[in-house]
């Protein structure tokens, strides 16, 4: 199973792949997460894309694209693989295409602006293995500390309202027209992001087998 998370910033991406991940047992790729994860041990990459992640913008396409191809190199992506965060634009989609991989599905979690303030600014994330929870919708059952790994919960730097402002424009003006991209390959599921978050991988789950 090769599947693609498409959706704005904070609709639900992450929270997903984490559950696909488990139930289908295929490591989830997060862009975001690797160049994070970058920035934390100061790499040249790291250095050049925080200037970027802090304005809320995308990160140059040859960058996160050249991150990509070497990490589905790597032994645990031979069964399949979950991509949140990339492709993000026709460029980055173009160039996926030209390493010959074949993506099964693009589920497209759709969520109205508004809900994406109160999502984002809300959420927490693990400084170890980068789960993700929300203080009122998916807390963890262990407080302020992961409830799989135990490290310390904390508030991701581009969740402030000036960088989601910024990063929900960017969404809308380059990776929204993912969306037509993918509905002409004919492998886009389209789900609502609206609801509880078992309600929506159930959904999901369905427009996946489907
Ligand atoms: P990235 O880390 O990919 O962030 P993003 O796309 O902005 O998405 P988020 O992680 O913010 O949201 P999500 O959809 O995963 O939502 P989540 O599940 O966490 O990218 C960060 C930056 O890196 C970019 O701005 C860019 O600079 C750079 N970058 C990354 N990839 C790139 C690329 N390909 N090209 C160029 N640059 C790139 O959920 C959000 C919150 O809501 C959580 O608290 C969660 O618990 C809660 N929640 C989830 N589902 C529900 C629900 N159903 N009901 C209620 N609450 C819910």
Redesign the pocket.
Known sequence: MKLIML?A???????QAQILSDKYGIPTI????I?RGAIKNETPTGKAAKI??DR????PDDV?IDIIKERLDEDDCKNGFIL??????IT?AKALDAMGVEIDKVLDIEVDDGLIIE??S???ECSSCGA???IK??PSQKGEDCERCGAKLVSRA?DNPETIKS?LDVYHSQTEPLIAFYKEKGNLAEVS?E???EQ?SEIALKALEA
């Not at 997060?30 to 997460?33: E, L, Q, V, W, Y």
């Not at 809320?56 to 990160?59: N, T």
């Not at 949140?84 to 634009?89: A, K, N, Q, S, V």
Request: charged share 20%.
């Open positions: 959706g910033p904070g609709a639900g991406k992450g929270t997060s862009t975001g997460a160049i970027y992640i809320g913008e995308l990160v996160v949140d965060g990339f492709p993000r634009t980055q999502r984002l809300g959420r927490r993700t929870y929300h919708n998916n581009d990063r992001g609801g509880t978050v929506i």
